[in-house]
């Protein structure tokens, strides 16, 4: 009985002792709720007298980025908040208004300590009088040219116009947009209120003029108290500031090349020098930079003037060309359109310095193991190849070293590059009409991944026209309404109350296959 006795003490011993892995349990994954009968005020108070605000909740809870998240409508300068423990205390340092709704917007800044757990877009609401005001507007806030959702849009609601921002002006209703550009007002008293919108792009609820984008809507709104799925919520559209042309860097690269960067995109820009020839590329598209050459590098320091019709006047600069910030004393070139050569297309050479002289006694241009002759022309640092029979079957280029000479007096090495053109049947292509009711002037741009494929100006309301050799994949198109007539998209003006020109994108994508042909009509009402 005795032995029995150890036994059976051993074992339990044994059994004690034994290691096993700790289960955490089932994960906590529901954020903090509101004990409503434990705060105070209560979650929809009115006849609220009291300048603190204890707010109860179910567990220990912390607040993330307030300066973000936290907000109050109709706003209140001196607040102050805190977690404690499980409560939340609002600290109000100054007079309420009589009769007012108050909502306190917390965003994500309520979470759990456990887990992190994040209570989204609670809100807190009490009035100083005898009801809760029940009024909303809910709206959408776009990009004006991409029409595309703005991070940090910040909307203000004014009870009056106002012509300038400042961060004396407080709004009388302030929100954020979601990321879907979609906003929404609550609580709202029952009144006309004037809308703006604008890209807080530091989160200091005040409108930076040189650098945000900014919206509004010329008519007041109007709040509401019942939802009507037969009217559609107003669009807000934000748009950049209007920019003066200027020249904000200029760069001198070995061995005469001159880089001019500017603080916006435009097509109508030219450079001259009295003192120098300059060889400058012609520009397709409209750009933020324009290159040139100095045919003489002797000189130490250029004098140039810079035209354009969005400049008030010239404007000269000097550059010193006796320090390049880089040495580039090779002669190169990028066959930019190779991968890519359409049908009676020539094969274009983009060479790093402009072209001097050509020696075709060194260049060979071969179909099938047979010379073909050489047509091309160069202008500047462009060479175009034109390809015979009509770029049909496959060809090697070859060109020995001093076929190409630049204005530097540098040379080509050996190259030798393998062309195959791709077939008419390797395209699509695209016949549209689009018509613009109340727009005799109209920009049309087919577009595919946001780059312009091509583009067409319409004078006369209807615009009928093909865009041939497509790549499959998806296409759109763009119409801008251009109505000062200048041939580009125009931003807003906030101060002049200016909307920007209506940019408007086909309702789908288009989609070209190899060798199909699709046909497009756009009436734009």
């Given at each position: 009985?005795?032995d029995?006795l ?19 349990g ?13 705060s105070y005020?209560k979650?929809l108070s009115?006849n609220?007298?009291s ?5 109860e909740?179910d ?8 300066s973000k998240?936290f907000?109050?409508?109709?706003p ?16 109000i340092?100054?007079e ?7 909502t ?11 887990e992190?757990?994040?209570l ?13 005001d029940s009024n ?8 004006a040219f991409?029409?595309?959702p703005?991070e940090?849009t ?11 921002f ?13 990321e ?14 004037y809308l703006?919108?604008f ?9 930076d003029?040189?650098?945000?984008k ?5 008519e007041?709104i ?29 760069k001198?690269?070995?061995p ?10 435009t ?22 930079s324009l290159?040139f ?17 969005f400049?008030d ?8 060309t ?5 040495t ?7 066959a930019?359109?190779l991968s ?10 983009h060479?790093?310095?402009p072209i ?13 193991s ?22 049909t079957?496959?060809y090697n280029f070859?060109?020995l ?30 016949y ?5 009711e109340d727009?005799?002037n ?6 595919k ?10 004078s006369n ?16 198109i763009?119409?801008?309404k ?13 101060l002049?109350?200016?909307?920007a ?11 070209i ?6 046909e497009i009509n756009?009436?734009i009402?």
């Amino acid at each position: 009985m005795k032995d029995v006795l150890k036994i059976a003490v051993v074992f339990l011993f044994w059994s004690c002792a034994q290691q096993a892995p700790l289960t955490g349990g089932i994960k906590d994954t529901i954020p903090p709720e509101i004990i409503n009968f434990k705060s105070y005020p209560k979650n929809l108070s009115t006849n609220f007298q009291s300048n603190n605000i204890r707010i109860e909740f179910d567990e220990y809870i912390k607040l993330k980025n307030t300066s973000k998240n936290f907000f109050v409508n109709p706003p209140i300068e001196n607040v102050a908040i805190k977690a404690a423990n499980k409560s939340i205390l609002i600290t109000i340092n100054e007079e309420l208004k009589a009769q007012t709704t108050y909502t306190f917007n917390f965003g994500s800044a309520i979470e759990d300590i456990t887990e992190g757990n994040v209570l989204e877009d609670f809100k807190y609401v009490v009035s100083t009088g005898n009801y809760i005001d029940s009024n909303f507007f809910d709206g959408f806030a776009f990009d004006a040219f991409s029409k595309k959702p703005i991070e940090n849009t910040k909307i203000f609601l004014f009870e009056n116009l106002i012509d300038t921002f400042s961060k004396q002006i407080l709004p009388n209703y302030l929100s954020s947009a979601k990321e879907d550009g979609s906003f929404s007002l609550k609580n709202l008293t029952n009144q006309p209120f004037y809308l703006v919108a604008f890209e807080d792009e530091n989160d200091n609820n005040s409108f930076d003029y040189k650098t945000e984008k900014i919206g509004f809507l010329k008519e007041n709104i109007y709040p509401i108290n019942k939802k009507d799925s037969t009217v559609k919520p107003p669009t807000v559209l934000l748009f950049s500031p209007e920019k003066k042309l200027k020249l904000i860097d200029k760069k001198y690269l070995y061995p005469g090349k001159v880089l001019l960067l500017f603080n916006k995109k435009t097509a109508s820009v030219s450079v001259t020098s009295a003192e120098k020839k300059l060889i400058v590329v012609n520009r397709e598209y409209p750009s933020d930079s324009l290159e040139f050459w100095i045919d003489s590098i002797s000189s130490k320091i250029l004098n140039a003037t810079i035209s354009s019709d969005f400049l008030d006047s010239a404007k000269t600069f000097s550059i010193t060309t006796s320090n390049p910030e880089k040495t580039d004393s090779t002669f190169t070139f990028r066959a930019k359109n190779l991968s890519n050569l359409k049908p009676k297309e020539p094969l274009r050479l983009h060479f790093n310095h402009p072209i001097s002289t050509i020696d075709t006694s060194k260049i060979t241009l071969l179909k099938d193991s047979i010379a073909q002759p050489i047509n091309f022309s160069f202008s500047a640092n462009l060479f175009s190849l034109f390809l015979p029979n009509g770029n049909t079957g496959t060809y090697n280029f070859d060109a020995l070293p001093g076929a190409f000479n630049s204005i530097y007096g540098f040379t080509n090495d050996s190259t030798t590059i393998s062309i195959q053109p791709k077939k008419s049947s390797d395209y699509g292509s695209i016949y549209f009409s689009v018509s613009v009711e109340d727009s005799t002037n109209f920009i049309c741009q087919v577009i595919k991944k946001n780059k312009v494929v091509k583009a067409f100006y319409c004078s006369n309301g209807l615009l009928k026209d093909t865009v041939q050799m497509c790549l499959p994949g998806n296409y759109n198109i763009r119409v801008i309404k251009d109505s000062d007539k200048d041939g580009a998209f125009s931003t807003g003006n906030f101060l002049q109350k200016k909307l920007a020109e209506q940019v408007l994108y086909y309702n789908q994508p288009i989609e070209i296959k190899a060798g199909w042909d699709v046909e497009i009509n756009w009436k734009i009402k």
